[in-house]
């Protein structure tokens, strides 16, 4: 790949420029305050001395004008003050400029070194140089030494400042694309993986906390659901297959028999076996359609309402249902009701859950035991329960009971294609509702909670 297109090189040269950018304002900020706003104060304080020392000439002559000036070169403290005034002939008035531009040139600065006693002082005066209407001359200066050293310095400072800035900001940006481009990696592994197969690949977290860590874990559990997900359709994939297996190879029989009988003067027999071949096509049917509507519930397919629903009514119409079910097997169905409970949703669903889990309960309970069923306002939302007293879930098989197609331990020689709970937890999450399974001893409780309003207004 190329470098520019690289996300980690991009963010190394933005890191470098807006490192360079902001040294740049830091110095430019700097510069102004230390070099740019002396000169200025010095050029005014020079300015207003030309203007008074000009007047001064016009108004009251030369002569005024030579004793202000030699009055001003005496005046102790301060920055050093430096004059020349030459008459229309140009000959020198006064002055302690060593030197000056032999023509006007209005602001200038000049080398104003001092000899005394064989040693050499450095001066650096700003002059303003004004030429009268008559012919002279005046040149009136300040000592500005101190603010034109800080600027060779700085000139100097900047050279050397910004071949290390840039140094120091690549590395810099090198840095913190390296840094990146490692945990970029990580990412980029870890799902190289999981497009090879491998469902198991995870992000490696390094415990920070950072943004990395965060997308991390956010790609973890991704992942994790994802695995879970793959390894539910494998084995209901494999439920699927072994469930249509056995109706299919009946019926295949169950045809071969119906060859046979159709040579034969066997009426009875015949319709024996048309009537057993019937009931697998109707298997096969009642399988095909579950897993469709639990298909059509989980992927969203299929249209919840959310117009109020009558709970309390709809419990009381399921358990009317099934009490003379609850008679032929000598099972004492009861019921716990509140009047007037309501939660958003779709009647007809709903109805198929709570029958689901009354018509399991009354599957699994034993002649002369007992079936509760519950309704209660709860937490500000409605509580459902069915309570049985059958021989309730193995250790562990909680976490899979709602799995098409599987069948837990105590389900082993009763009817059903392992798919009514499935359906029931497919219903509950459509109805954004809690599903949860209590071991009771003995039996089993299956809870419902649907939030949202617990009763009628």
Not at 45 to 53: C, I, K, M, S, T
Request: charged share 25%; with cysteine.
């Amino acid at each position: 790949m190329l470098p520019w297109k690289s996300l980690s090189f991009r963010l190394a040269l933005t890191y470098a420029g807006l490192f360079c950018v902001s040294a740049a304002l830091l110095f430019g900020g700097y510069y102004g305050l230390s070099v740019r706003l002396p000169k200025a104060e010095v050029r005014r304080d020079v300015e207003r001395d030309a203007a008074r020392l000009a007047h001064l000439y016009i108004v009251d002559g030369p002569t005024a004008l030579e004793a202000a000036l030699r009055r001003r070169a005496a005046t102790p403290g301060g920055r050093k003050p430096f004059h020349a005034f030459l008459d229309p002939d140009g000959r020198i008035v006064t002055a302690n400029l060593p030197s000056w531009p032999k023509a006007t040139t209005g602001w200038t600065m000049i080398e104003a070194d001092l000899y005394r006693e064989g040693d050499e002082s450095d001066h650096k005066a700003i002059v303003h140089d004004r030429l009268f209407h008559d012919g002279a001359r005046l040149l009136v200066g300040l000592d500005a030494e101190d603010v034109y050293e800080r600027q060779e310095a700085l000139a100097t400072a900047a050279a050397w400042m910004i071949g290390g800035t840039l140094l120091l900001s690549l590395i810099g940006g090198l840095l913190m694309s390296r840094a990146i481009r490692r945990r970029l990696d990580l990412v980029d592994l870890a799902a190289r993986r999981v497009m090879q197969g491998d469902l198991s690949g995870r992000v490696p977290l390094n415990g920070s906390g950072d943004d990395f860590d965060r997308l991390g874990q956010s790609l973890n559990h991704m992942l994790a659901g994802v695995e879970g997900s793959f390894e539910a359709v494998r084995r209901a994939s494999d439920s699927v297959a072994h469930e249509l297996r056995t109706p299919l190879s009946r019926l295949l029989a169950y045809l071969d028999q119906l060859e046979e009988a159709e040579t034969e003067t066997e009426p009875e027999r015949r319709a024996v076996i048309r009537a057993a071949a019937v009931g697998e096509v109707q298997r096969l049917h009642r399988i095909i359609d579950a897993v469709l509507r639990v298909g059509r519930l989980q992927n969203g397919r299929h249209a919840v309402g959310g117009h109020p629903v009558d709970v309390s009514n709809l419990c009381a119409a399921v358990a009317e249902f099934y009490g003379p079910e609850a008679e032929r097997r000598r099972i004492d169905l009861s019921g716990r009701i509140e009047p007037g409970l309501q939660v958003p949703g779709d009647a007809d669903l709903l109805f198929q859950a709570l029958a689901n889990l009354l018509d399991n309960a009354l599957k699994f309970t034993p002649e002369g035991g007992r079936v509760e069923l519950e309704a209660r306002a709860a937490d500000g939302g409605v509580f459902l329960s069915v309570t049985d007293d059958g021989p309730g879930l193995a250790p562990g098989e909680e976490r899979r009971i709602t799995e098409r197609f599987y069948r837990g331990a105590a389900s082993a020689g009763t009817d059903g294609e392992g798919l009514g709970l499935s359906l029931v937890a497919a219903i509950a999450e459509r109805h954004q509702a809690d599903l949860d399974f209590v071991r009771e001893n003995p039996g089993l409780r299956v809870r419902l909670t649907f939030p949202g309003p617990a009763a009628a207004p």
